[in-house]
Structures are given as C-alpha cells and as structure tokens.
C-alpha cells in the first residue's frame, strides 16, 4: 500500500513548509497551486513535492483536482494551514505498512486559536475524513464545508492520532472569516436549498449559538479563547440568518 499526500494552496509561503514537512512520510507530495503570486510553488518544490499549477476553481474541486492527480489510489488530503502530529503520523504509516482494514478514516482536528488548543465550544473534535481510496470516495462539491463523500457500503474507520489546524490568525482575521467567506456562503447555501427567516430567528440566532458553545459545549474551559470562539459562533450565525433575509426581501430581476 503506497499513500500520496496532497496538499492545495494559494500564497502560502508562511505555511507550505511545514505543511509539507508534516507529511514526509508519504510515499508522494502532490502540491496543487491556484497561481500563487509569493514563493510558495519555489519552497513546496525545494521540499520534494511534485508541483501542479491550477486556476481556482473551488475548494472541492480544487481538492479533488489533487487526489486525481495523485499516482496512489490511497490519498491523505491536507489544508496548508494544517499539520500531522506525530502520533497521528505513526498510525498512518502502521496502516500502510500492515495494509488498510478500512475504505477511509475519520481524523480528530484540533485547532489552535489565540495560542490554546481549543477542545471545547463545538471546536473538537471535529472529525475529518482525509485519508481515504480514492476509488471509493470523492469530495462533494458543496457551497460550504467541502468534504469527502464515500460510496455506499464503504467501511470507515477512526483514527486517534491529531490533524493540528491552524486556521486563524488573529480576532481580526476571525472576523474577516466570518464576515467575506462563513456567513456569506452559508446564507447562499440556505437561500438555494429554499430556505427562509424571519425576525425572530434573526434575533434569536446569535445568542441561542453563543450559550450553546460557551456554556453547553464547556467554551468557558478554554479560557478568554473559549469566549471569543462563542462570540464568534453567534456573530457567524447572526450574520448568516441577516444575509438571509436580505437575500429572501431582493427586489426580483
């Protein structure tokens, strides 16, 4: 069993190397690149990786480009803000070297935010399908969070070992996340499936996220992070539910 690692990325050449570094031992690095315009084709391709250049197109497609492109049917598929821990690195190379026992894993992903890994608010453990046969799955191409689809009958399995995610940078690009990508996409997702709101779940959509985060799911155990992932959770839906409405009250065409 042979496993490619791929990794797809636009102007990351603060994060591509220890993303590919993370994955040194798969039997292949695939780096799919949206035309950066920094040196992150240069530090992937210094590193080993084999180098695919490709317009954007979408985070699933774009994904789905990589594990294609891949020479292994296996594939590990990683974000450039993420990286494999160690233990998680361990048990991936037991699987190959003693042959899978499963079509596709499940991965715990823990992020960290404002410097504390966050294992509360909602946060964790957040599974993630990444390591998968590519001749039984595929990523779906959806609005919003992208993920792969395996085929029916397909067993998957769960891992223990950590994928670490660095997705934020700071508060304010939090809000920036929520404000141009997250609420935006997620009151599209809405608007198409037929959805609507309403005054009620405008107001109530924020606070009703915030408590469930910041006292049901225990944010308050992560500290002023704990605090800001909640507040954000309500900002996230807030926003949503607004984007919503304004997307149902347009004048028609």
């Keep these: 069993m042979k496993i490619s690692a791929v990794i797809i990325c636009f102007n990351e050449e603060k994060n591509i190397a220890d993303a590919v570094e993370s994955v040194r031992w798969a039997d292949e690095i695939v780096v799919v690149d949206s035309e950066s315009t920094d040196r992150t084709r240069e530090i992937a391709s210094e590193l080993g990786a084999r180098v695919l250049v ?7 497609p774009q994904k789905e480009f990589a594990v294609r492109s891949a020479s292994n049917d296996w594939v590990f598929s990683l974000d450039a803000d993420e990286r494999v821990s160690p233990e998680l690195a361990k048990e991936i190379i037991a699987i190959r070297e003693r042959g899978p026992q499963a079509d596709a894993f499940r991965i715990p992903r823990l992020s960290i935010y404002l410097g504390r890994a966050i294992r509360h608010g909602g946060w964790y453990p957040d599974r993630q399908l990444r390591l998968f046969d590519r001749r039984k799955g595929c990523w779906k191409d959806v609005i919003v969070h992208e993920s792969v689809e395996m085929d029916a009958g397909s067993i998957i399995a769960d891992l223990s070992g950590e994928l670490i995610h660095y997705s934020v940078g700071d508060v304010a690009h939090h809000h920036r996340m929520i404000g141009e990508r997250y ?4 009151a599209e997702k809405l608007y198409s499936e037929g959805r609507t709101t309403s005054l009620f779940h405008i107001a109530a959509a924020g606070p009703a996220s915030f408590v469930r985060s910041y006292l049901l799911k225990m ?3 992560d500290g002023v992070p704990g605090l800001a992932v909640a507040a954000f959770a309500g900002y996230n839906s807030f926003l949503k539910h607004l984007l919503l409405w304004e997307k149902q009250n347009r004048p028609g065409p």
């Design 183 to 186: 609420a935006p996409l997620a």
């Design 219 to 221: 944010g308050f155990l």
């Design 54 to 60: 490709r317009a954007w197109t979408g985070f699933a």
